[in-house]
């Protein structure tokens, strides 16, 4: 026999293994799925209804998770998403697929709990306050204040949207918040074309920026800074590259798909990971480069190594701040009350926040903080 021949006598009888071992798993997940189901229609303890439809925006995957406490009770779970997906196409009340493959976060399409149509946006009015606010103070300290404001996936990757729309109102706080900052004489930028121009610029599977996007945006706002500086520095940055592999985005994991196969979700993106590295000259006790510039943030600010590559156009190293789940102001609210310990070097502060956010309240409880002069160390 062909050593062809061996190899393929003993493969066979290990896959028919293995079909047994994920065919007994099935049902056994079918079963507990059953009986969860059985319990919940009988038990019945606070008098409602049993709806069915609930298991269509996923809170009876959440009703049979306190139904039954079990080993499996997590795979029971991610098993319910991955067949309301294969089945009906349905990711959950917070991500929604476009193209095939295309996935947007809810919130980016239409603002959560409100209407398409909003008379008298209060919120965008206290927005554009806070605004005042943080630019009066930085202002009197002699910092510039540069602001960017990341386009929606949906905005920007308009192609892959496959019928899906924006709501009115999301356009509408966006142009009013750019005619705000005009208004207001504050520095910002206009990331939009520079995103659309290279795309795609933004995962499949997840609401921030590829490494392309980070480095489109890096480029226009560096262009942007660059004369509240002067000069350029001398800052140098290494590149490194990881291997491909597989990326399961954030709205894999909203939806509860991210450890699941690929033939029950949409495929995760492809990414080679890469990490840039500033360039440390002289000892380890001499003096480093001034800090001159902060970054204040959301996730967008910390992912794609896009701090490094805005770094990289300045010839500078980027203090950054940003915060995963940064909403509208949380960073630049939690830096301003640590704002006596700055360095006197700062010159410029980049606000950055993603287009959602301008939906979203901001965290200024009733009294935002002043900063004089006086102040700045």
């Known amino acids: 026999m062909s050593e062809q021949g061996v190899g393929t ?20 997940l079918v079963l507990g799925f059953a009986g969860a189901l059985v319990s919940l229609v009988t038990a019945n303890r606070d008098g409602t209804i049993f709806d069915l439809h609930g298991w269509r925006d996923g809170t009876l995957g959440h009703e049979i998770d306190r139904a039954i406490d079990v080993p499996y009770a997590q795979s029971l779970h991610d098993w319910e998403a991955a067949l309301r997906y294969r089945l009906f196409g349905d990711l959950g009340p917070q991500v929604v697929e476009g193209c095939p493959g295309w996935l947007f976060y809810h919130d980016g399409l239409q603002p959560a709990g409100e209407s398409s149509q909003t008379s008298g946006d209060t919120l965008s009015e206290a927005h554009i306050a806070t605004l005042k606010t943080y630019a009066d103070t930085l202002r009197s300290a002699g910092i510039k204040l540069v602001v960017l404001t990341v386009p929606d996936k949906a905005r920007v990757e308009t192609a892959q949207l496959c019928g899906l729309q924006q709501a009115p109102i999301m356009t509408q706080r966006l142009m009013r ?25 933004f995962w499949r599977t997840d609401v921030h920026w590829n490494a392309r996007g980070a480095q489109a945006v890096a480029q226009v706002l560096g262009q942007a800074v660059l004369p509240l500086l002067g000069t350029r520095g001398t ?28 033939a029950w979700r949409p495929a995760p993106d492809m990414d080679a990971a890469e990490t840039l590295t500033p360039v440390v000259s002289g000892g380890l006790l001499d003096d480093g480069p001034p800090t001159e510039i902060l970054l204040v943030g959301s996730s967008f600010s910390r992912r794609s190594a896009f701090a490094e590559r805005l770094g990289e156009q300045l010839g ?30 700062l010159k410029v502060v980049i606000w950055e926040m993603s287009e959602d956010a301008l939906s979203t309240p901001n965290t200024t409880t009733g009294q935002t903080a002043v900063w004089t002069p006086a102040q700045k160390n």
């Open 177 to 201: 918040w750019q005619l705000a900052l005009d208004e207001a004489g504050v520095t910002h930028v206009d990331a939009l074309p520079a995103l659309q121009q290279t795309e795609p610029t």
């Open 9 to 28: 006598s003993m493969a066979a009888p290990e896959a028919t293994r293995h079909a047994r071992v994920a065919w007994l798993v099935a049902s056994l």
């Open 235 to 262: 800052t140098q940055f290494t590149h490194a590259q990881s291997a491909v592999a597989p990326r399961a985005g954030d709205l894999l994991k909203l939806a509860g798909l991210d450890t699941m196969p690929d």
């Open 316 to 345: 500078r190293e980027v203090w950054n701040e940003s915060l995963d789940d940064g909403q509208f102001d949380r960073a630049m609210q939690a830096m301003l009350a640590k704002r006596a310990a700055w360095p006197s070097s």
